[in-house]
């Protein structure tokens, strides 16, 4: 089961053509946006985050960027024509109504983003998960903007995880939102949708809102879930409701009891039941197996499932081994060294600041990172007999002298507006290529609470077999142990 969408092997030749050109040839220090909290109870309505200038000045002169040698380009023959087709589990190419693309003998599950990348990277496997125990296809749309910025345009899925490799590793097929619709109809298309986002807390009363219908240009007319979906009844402090739940109202008894109360969709006026062919639910962040904020603990059905197989398409991959490089000043075409690499969340942390007596301790002082990042050396040096002193770090910290105790430890970071990251890539780029450095890192120390450490932590885990550690915060001497 290997096939490569058209618009993917354009993407992929275009950016090695990018790649090419660019440099990348300043390692400074600096600020890097920031993704992503879990303790956050949602982001959805959250304005997008504007990161200011940063007003340092690259080190290096970025005039004449020096080009990457050839070995830094990949060594597969470019695909010809003839190897790249359709979805098997598609009619064809995308066409202006969705209903035109789905085959009759497949049935497919959907739902939206809405929240930071790092929180909808979470919801799209939970999408996943929930589709291959409802046995269905998912079909999984683009992510949308938020803390990059509300107005940058949004990403296809399948231009940051490779789709092909997924569905290789993972046994489960899954198709994109762009692969079934072209991305340039016209067509408004109906479609009957659960919200769920009502039945499991109570403070919103309307669905989930998500940018995403919109830009797939569909009219949805919701549904709202029954009370029994949320897994502690009455409890507004929690909102999970269950993949079982979830499952359950999905198969033909259960939905028949729960349909008939449909609400009209905002264009057409289309009052739609949640349908059969194509099952939506408005938001899944919040589904979970057993307990909530399950990608922290080992035994989560979907990071084991799906989330793992999410690996980087090779153009990030090809990517951030020149950031790495660059990053500790190698020469070009070296191997990726192991590293360490440390992620430090401040900024709006200090909302949940209220157990500290004092602003300052609050957060992990430098002092415990370094003892986190020691602890990290001395289980890799046991573990693995390795001995590494390379550090990477990445933080949101806006404070300069916080960011020279780090430098006067040696340690390094990727200074994205130096690097003209966002003008190259795009804007996406900067939180995605540091997520990508930290996956590749042997150690992994991380900030507690941070759906965007979670993640890292995860896969140096799952993918290096890495040693990880979390800091602990919110009050002074939270992290000593
Ligand atoms: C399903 O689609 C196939 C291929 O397009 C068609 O031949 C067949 O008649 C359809 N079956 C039903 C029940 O509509």
Request: charged letters at 25%; aromatic letters at 12%; one cysteine or more.
């Amino acid at each position: 089961m290997s096939y490569l969408p058209r618009r993917r092997l354009l993407g992929a030749l275009f950016s090695l053509t990018v790649l090419s050109f660019v440099a990348l040839s300043v390692t400074t220090f600096g600020r890097v946006p920031e993704e992503t909290f879990q303790v956050t109870p949602e982001h959805g309505n959250a304005p997008p985050q504007q990161h200011e200038t940063n007003d340092r000045r690259p080190e290096v002169d970025l005039t004449h960027p020096p080009l990457p040698p050839a070995a830094s380009e990949p060594d597969r023959d470019p695909v010809s024509e003839e190897e790249y087709s359709y979805s098997p589990r598609l009619v064809g190419p995308p066409t202006q109504s969705f209903r035109d693309n789905l085959r009759n003998d497949t049935k497919y599950i959907t739902s939206w983003p809405s929240a930071g990348w790092t929180n909808d990277v979470m919801t799209y496997a939970n999408l996943i998960y929930l589709g291959s125990l409802t046995e269905r296809v998912p079909i999984i749309p683009m992510f949308t903007p938020s803390h990059i910025g509300g107005d940058a345009a949004p990403i296809p899925f399948g231009e940051v995880f490779d789709v092909p490799r997924f569905i290789e590793e993972s046994g489960i097929e899954i198709v994109e939102w762009d692969e079934v619709k072209d991305p340039e109809s016209n067509v408004v298309d109906d479609l009957g949708c659960w919200n769920i986002w009502e039945a499991v807390q109570y403070r919103e009363h309307h669905p989930r809102p998500s940018a995403a219908p919109d830009w797939l240009k569909l009219d949805l007319s919701y549904t709202k879930a029954p009370d029994w979906v949320k897994l502690i009844p009455n409890y507004e402090h929690d909102s999970c409701s269950t993949f079982m739940a979830l499952t359950r109202l999905s198969y033909p008894e259960e939905r028949s009891r729960n349909i008939g109360h449909a609400l009209p969709s905002p264009l057409h006026n289309a009052v739609l039941d949640p349908e059969e062919h194509v099952l939506c639910y408005d938001y899944l962040y919040y589904a979970c197996a057993q307990q909530s904020y399950e990608y922290d603990f080992d035994y989560a059905p979907m990071w084991r499932y799906v989330l793992r197989h999410f690996h980087w398409t090779q153009r990030i991959e090809l990517i951030t081994q020149q950031y790495v490089r660059e990053v500790f000043e190698l020469p070009p075409g070296t191997n990726m060294p192991p590293f360490i690499a440390v992620h430090i969340r401040h900024g709006d942390f200090s909302n949940w600041c209220w157990a500290a007596e004092n602003p300052e301790d609050c957060f992990a002082p430098i002092s415990a990172i370094e003892r986190r990042v020691k602890e990290v050396q001395d289980e890799l040096r046991e573990r693995k007999g390795l001995d590494v002193d390379r550090i990477f770090i990445s933080s949101d910290e806006k404070d300069p002298a916080w960011w020279d105790q780090i430098k006067a430890l040696g340690w390094r970071t990727v200074d994205h507006d130096a690097m003209r990251t966002a003008a190259v890539y795009g804007r996406w780029y900067p939180v995605i290529i540091d997520a990508a450095i930290q996956s590749a890192a042997v150690g992994f120390v991380g900030t507690d609470r941070s759906t965007y450490s979670i993640v890292s932590r995860r896969r140096v885990q799952s993918w290096q077999d890495g040693v990880t550690r979390v800091l602990k915060w919110g009050f002074k001497g939270a992290d000593d142990h």
